[in-house]
């Protein structure tokens, strides 16, 4: 067996990230180290994602075939996971190479001994099929297993929406993510951009959530020289609206409070005009997340208009007197719950006692650059994530400490409908990540 093989990398992977590695540094360098075609990185990532994105049903479905779970080495799990996953979660490999390729890895990686129990694990699944989650007799932890969710974020989402939408939302987040890409004004128009990426054997269709998204398949933006060369952008098209929200002017002078990596920093720049004055102004902790920043910006030709500053974003009196900004987006770190289909661990490593120190720190960051706005300015606050006590909770905080600020309705490009004068955005609303939008003007 070559050491390349995408299922023994797929199984030294997990392995390592069960061990605490991150999955997408682990497998950006297994993949950088080895020699693996497009194919293969294809199949090892879609292995990889998809036993971290099913490890609660994974870890249930080989739980009912193991004697003594407990004294199993925990490589000899993830690859058994890898077998489930692929016998049951894709349909293009025949059950014939899933045996011999698991077996033979079960060699390669242990003893005898191993294969033979692998082997007979294997057997046992197949004569069997797998256990049924109606033996589960606590619903909540039924909808955690079956879904792959950790229960508190279920029992969240249960209080703020209900059950109905709540599974509508644990259905959703297992399909794969969308591609979404932006265009850049500054060099291209939609429908040019369009033609060109058709043209290269793209399927090219409109975004539903935000006027300057398109929705890409058949094979990565990113190896298209239309990326490189800076005519479009990868981003969610939820991530699209924030700036969307915010009219901007070319010659607005703007803080970006929270920029990295740089999406939204370069989508509000594409918008300004030197000539007129015009910047934005993009912080963050970190130097380090600041050049990648600074790396987007170069790549999109918008770097005219950027500045940047390394700036815990709840202590600006250091670089900013008061009222000089028109516009400022707090794109506020969060706990990422809207993210979970693209980031499928966040659904087991966050806790609710994250959620509630976040949103600390978010109505710090809001009440932090609420003196930095001008009278008549507006202030967009946005999170990647669902969950009341990070998004309508801290906002509403915000104005019972700021009367000088009124919430008012956010309107984007394509007027999504919305009751409320906020953007929420679920996952199955749009098959888009989830996101929240709010206007704020000050008075």
Same mark, same amino acid.
């Given at each position: 067996?070559?050491?390349?093989?995408?299922?023994?990398?797929?199984?030294?992977?997990?392995?390592?990230?069960?061990?605490?590695?991150?999955?997408?540094?682990?497998?950006?360098?297994?993949?950088?180290?080895?020699?693996?075609?497009?194919?293969?990185?294809?199949?090892?990532?879609? $292995?990889?994602?998809?036993?971290?994105?099913?490890?609660?049903?994974?870890?249930?479905?080989?739980?009912?075939?193991?004697?003594?779970?407990?004294?199993?080495?925990?490589?000899?799990?993830?690859?058994?996971?890898?077998?489930?996953?692929?016998?049951?979660?894709?349909?293009?490999?025949?059950?014939?190479?899933?045996?011999?390729?698991?077996?033979?890895?079960?060699?390669?990686?242990?003893?005898?001994?191993?294969?033979?129990?692998?082997?007979?694990?294997?057997?046992?699944?197949?004569?069997?099929?797998?256990?049924?989650?109606?033996?589960?007799?606590?619903?909540?932890?039924?909808?955690?297993?079956?879904?792959?969710?950790?229960?508190? $974020?279920?029992?969240?989402?249960?209080?703020?929406?209900?059950?109905?939408?709540?599974?509508?939302?644990?259905?959703?987040?297992?399909?794969?993510?969308?591609?979404?890409?932006?265009?850049?004004?500054?060099?291209?128009?939609?429908?040019?951009?369009?033609e060109q990426l058709e043209d290269e054997g793209y399927n090219v269709q409109s975004?539903?959530?935000?006027?300057?998204?398109?929705?890409?398949?058949?094979?990565?933006?990113?190896?298209?020289?239309?990326?490189?060369?800076?005519?479009?952008?990868?981003?969610?098209?939820?991530?699209?609206?924030?700036?969307?929200?915010?009219?901007?002017?070319?010659?607005?002078?703007?803080?970006?409070?929270?920029?990295?990596?740089?999406?939204?920093?370069?989508?509000?720049?594409?918008?300004?005009?030197?000539?007129?004055?015009?910047?934005?102004?993009?912080?963050?902790?970190?130097?380090?997340?600041?050049?990648?920043?600074?790396?987007?910006?170069?790549?999109?030709?918008?770097?005219?208009?950027?500045?940047?500053?390394?700036?815990?974003?709840?202590?600006?009196?250091?670089?900013?007197?008061?009222?000089?900004?028109?516009? $400022?987006?707090?794109?506020?770190?969060?706990?990422?719950?809207?993210? $979970?289909?693209?980031?499928?661990?966040?659904?087991?490593?966050?806790?609710?006692?994250?959620?509630?120190?976040?949103?600390?720190?978010?109505?710090?960051?809001?009440?932090?650059?609420?003196?930095?706005?001008?009278?008549?300015?507006?202030?967009?606050?946005?999170?990647?994530?669902?969950?009341?006590?990070?998004?309508?909770?801290?906002?509403?905080?915000?104005?019972?400490?700021?009367?000088?600020?009124?919430?008012?309705?956010?309107?984007?490009?394509?007027?999504?409908?919305?009751?409320?004068?906020?953007?929420?955005?679920?996952?199955?609303?749009?098959?888009?990540?989830?996101?929240?939008?709010?206007?704020?003007?000050?008075?």
């Amino acid at each position: 067996m070559s050491k390349d093989n995408p299922r023994l990398l797929a199984v030294k992977t997990l392995n390592k990230i069960s061990n605490g590695s991150y999955s997408n540094l682990q497998l950006n360098q297994v993949i950088d180290h080895s020699e693996l075609d497009s194919r293969d990185i294809s199949l090892l990532t879609n $292995i990889v994602y998809g036993v971290i994105q099913h490890r609660l049903t994974l870890e249930y479905y080989l739980k009912a075939f193991l004697k003594k779970p407990n004294k199993v080495d925990v490589w000899v799990k993830e690859l058994l996971y890898t077998a489930i996953y692929q016998m049951y979660y894709l349909d293009k490999i025949p059950e014939r190479a899933i045996f011999n390729e698991t077996i033979k890895i079960a060699k390669k990686m242990g003893h005898d001994g191993i294969r033979r129990m692998v082997t007979g694990t294997l057997h046992q699944i197949k004569r069997n099929g797998l256990p049924t989650f109606d033996n589960i007799t606590d619903y909540l932890e039924k909808l955690s297993i079956e879904y792959s969710v950790a229960p508190w $974020i279920i029992e969240q989402l249960n209080n703020q929406v209900g059950e109905s939408k709540t599974i509508s939302i644990l259905k959703s987040i297992n399909h794969s993510s969308k591609q979404s890409v932006r265009f850049n004004s500054r060099l291209t128009d939609k429908q040019t951009l369009s033609e060109q990426l058709e043209d290269e054997g793209y399927n090219v269709q409109s975004s539903k959530l935000v006027n300057s998204g398109l929705i890409l398949s058949n094979k990565s933006a990113s190896y298209s020289d239309l990326f490189k060369d800076g005519y479009m952008t990868i981003q969610d098209e939820s991530a699209m609206l924030p700036v969307e929200s915010m009219n901007i002017v070319p010659s607005d002078k703007i803080l970006d409070a929270c920029s990295a990596p740089g999406g939204k920093t370069t989508q509000i720049a594409e918008q300004l005009d030197i000539r007129k004055d015009g910047h934005v102004f993009a912080l963050d902790l970190h130097e380090k997340r600041l050049a990648q920043v600074e790396k987007n910006a170069k790549r999109l030709h918008v770097s005219d208009v950027l500045n940047t500053e390394a700036c815990d974003a709840r202590n600006l009196d250091i670089l900013f007197s008061d009222e000089q900004f028109d516009q $400022i987006l707090v794109d506020a770190p969060c706990s990422g719950i809207g993210l $979970i289909r693209r980031k499928p661990e966040i659904r087991y490593e966050k806790k609710l006692s994250d959620v509630e120190h976040l949103s600390d720190i978010q109505l710090d960051i809001l009440n932090s650059v609420a003196s930095k706005l001008k009278k008549g300015g507006k202030l967009v606050y946005s999170t990647c994530t669902i969950l009341n006590q990070e998004n309508v909770d801290v906002v509403n905080k915000f104005i019972q400490q700021n009367d000088n600020f009124e919430l008012v309705p956010t309107k984007t490009s394509l007027n999504l409908n919305n009751s409320s004068k906020y953007l929420q955005i679920y996952p199955d609303d749009y098959d888009s990540d989830g996101f929240f939008v709010c206007n704020l003007i000050k008075k």
